[in-house]
């Protein structure tokens, strides 16, 4: 049975670094699947598309709010997932998780949950100013 499992959520102060991790149970999944992504849920708020990454060449997508302080990495080798998050920022607080599609779906240049059939079960970041 997949399992999505992240890691590495904190509490830090603004201006701070975290990285996240996101290891499949299944030996290959990563590869196998086209696309992989990060989102995130602040309380009350909705869920928000942070990152994506094709997984064939490597192409990192952004969200406006996280350009130029997050990076997205994948290590197929590993079967693992990453999100180095730099500058942090209050807003940046809230439960982090990576999902996957179904097979043969690859990322589209809006990052849309629905698109995303595979989810872990979240890591907390927490950024106080």
């Known amino acids: 049975q997949l399992q999505l499992v992240e890691s590495g959520g904190d509490s830090v102060q603004a201006g701070g670094s975290l990285r996240l991790s996101c290891t499949a149970s299944l030996s290959g999944f990563t590869r196998s699947r086209n696309c992989m992504a990060w989102f995130r849920q602040a309380p009350e708020k909705e869920l928000e598309g942070v990152a994506t990454?094709?997984?064939?060449?490597?192409?990192?997508y952004y969200a406006d709010s996280v350009k130029g302080r997050f990076t997205i990495s994948l290590d197929n080798a590993k079967n693992t997932l990453y999100l180095q998050m730099d500058r942090l920022k209050p807003e940046d607080t809230a439960m982090y998780y990576c999902?996957?599609?179904?097979?043969?779906?690859?990322?589209?240049?809006?990052?849309?949950?629905?698109?995303?059939?595979?989810w872990g079960q979240g890591t907390q970041v927490t950024v106080s100013s």
């Open positions: 999902a996957a599609p179904r097979i043969g779906a690859g990322c589209t240049s809006r990052i849309q949950p629905g698109a995303f059939t595979y």
């Open positions: 990454i094709d997984t064939r060449d490597g192409s990192p």
